[in-house]
RNA sequence: GGAGGACUAGUCUAAUCGGUAAGGCAGCGGACUUGAAAUCCGCCGGGCUAUGCCCAUCGGGGUUCGAGUCCCCGGUCCUCCGCCA
């Protein structure tokens, strides 16, 4: 969410990010609704204060056996008088906070401008596997474990079935990098895959994306569409310590996503598909601390790639192509030998003040004064399918078969780094 | 799904017949001290156009001059029953 003072201060600023993201909303509205709020909130107040003292002085009355009826009646008008300008202030407020609501974050002033051509490749590593042979794209290599059609019978198209070997597969995989993220300091979370209104309201999935996520009408319930919903409502509503930070957590979950309107736009294999597996990592941080955090969730992500021995750019995605929430992200893609492109399996965005505003996740300073808001950030770490495409393609051998003994073999958990927290104390106040 | 109970600040706990939220602990700052403890003082929910005022007792309505308190709808947690992997 924007800072209330930040729209009346600066209501520009907030209108050139918003067409930087391309996304239309009602700031003039929100300014006008605003002054003509805070009129109405003054004058409501100046009755108010009226109102109390005249009921203050009934009671005196009443137990001085005084005559009390004429402050009773002026009491009463002032309560009339306040119920019809708390009519139109309640009349005024959904519309501003849905105009809010509707407002994006404010990309960091490092952000290239433009759309997603103007994204920024800002490093490269490792080369393109060579093959003495054409190498096949994965759901060549995969006839038998991966079973779009089967998958389609049991729910229909765009969903996944995995068996065999490429079901185990993934399962090593997601154990792997939650291990590996655990000796990086971070607590593993296992949430719920349904969230409620508020919870995807505060990551900023709502409103702009309800198109995008399956809702479970009966419950008012959405199938979470990444995990940074869950993992990052672990904390709404609450005040940690300033002690506590930074918190970083990681977890498995499956993300649902309808993907309405992409249709035939790179839909072939475990391109783009509706559920699909993901580890996630979610930080909070202090305010000064977040950049810092941000370079190191990339490095931690990137770290996974490098020691599955895959080649990967970094992105530094440009204003239009930045997310609702995101002040600042960065885009991992992975080198696909078989489709010969690029494959995204990571984002990593610090989202700033912005969710920690919408969900009022805070912290309280250790040296005195107000609670303050925390940064966000996640980062996929990593998504699973498009992974297992480009690893898949990587260790292929020339017969179309593909070398899962090899490619295992780089699931080493690490000894080194901290040992796995027992009962890390992460207890708030709410 | 059913029955019962609970919900006041970081936490614990008050508030008369409905009369305008009182305290303890923890925490923070300061004084005293070689240092600490103890003690003392201040702060310790949010907001504003700020000597003051308004809002705030899980959320939303209602009754009333006035609601933590009474009524209605909902939420969360706990206990029990039912169902279920």
């Given amino acids: 969410m924007i800072d209330r003072n930040l729209l009346r201060n600066d209501p520009d600023l907030v209108k050139r990010s918003a067409r ?32 109390n003292s005249l009921s203050h002085r009934v009671s005196v009355l009443k137990k001085s056996g005084g005559d009390f009826r004429e402050a009773m009646e002026e009491s009463r008008l002032a309560g009339e008088r306040i119920a019809l300008l708390e009519a139109e202030m309640k009349n005024l407020e959904p519309r501003m906070t849905e105009l809010v609501l509707a407002m994006p974050n404010i990309p960091d002033p490092d952000v290239p401008e433009g759309g997603e051509e103007a994204n920024l490749e800002v490093s490269k590593w490792g080369g393109p596997p060579t093959f003495d042979f054409t190498p096949r794209p994965h759901w060549e290599l995969m006839k038998g474990v991966f079973d779009p059609e089967a998958a389609g019978v049991i729910a229909g198209s765009s969903f996944v079935l995995l068996r065999g070997w490429a079901a185990g597969l993934q399962r090593r995989l997601i154990g792997w990098m939650v291990e590996n993220h655990l000796r990086a300091g971070m607590e593993e979370v296992w949430p719920p895959f349904l969230a409620c209104r508020d919870s995807v309201t505060a990551t900023g999935q709502l409103p702009k994306l309800a198109d995008d996520m399956y809702l479970l009408e009966r419950d008012d319930l959405f199938l979470i569409p990444t995990g940074e919903v869950s993992i990052t409502n672990l904390y709404r509503g609450a005040t940690l310590r300033e002690s506590d930070l930074p918190v970083k957590l990681c977890g498995y979950t499956p993300c649902f996503r309808r993907e309405a309107g992409s249709y035939g736009k790179d839909t072939r294999g475990l391109n783009r598909v509706h559920q699909f597996e993901k580890v996630e990592m979610v930080w909070l941080t202090h305010p000064e601390e977040s950049h810092r955090a941000h370079e190191a969730m990339l490095a931690q992500a990137t770290g996974l790639l490098e020691k599955l021995g895959l080649h990967y750019r970094v992105v530094l995605l440009a204003a239009g192509d930045l997310s609702f929430s995101a002040a600042r992200c960065y885009d991992l893609e992975i080198w696909s030998p078989g489709q010969m492109k690029w494959l995204e399996v990571s984002s990593v965005s610090n989202c700033r003040d912005f969710q920690a505003r919408r969900g009022n996740i805070r912290f309280k300073p250790s040296g005195g004064g107000k609670p303050a808001f925390v940064h966000t950030l996640n980062g996929s770490g990593l998504a699973l399918p498009r992974l297992m495409a480009a690893l898949v393609e990587t260790w292929q051998r020339p017969d179309g078969t593909v070398d899962v003994e090899g490619l295992s073999s780089r699931l080493v958990i690490p000894q080194e780094g901290r040992a796995p927290q027992e009962q890390p104390d992460h207890s708030v106040y709410r």
């Fill in 20 to 51: 930087a993201k391309r996304c239309v909303c009602g700031i003039e509205e929100w300014l006008e609704l605003d002054s003509r709020m805070r009129a109405l909130s003054l004058e409501a107040d100046g009755l108010r204060a009226q109102r």
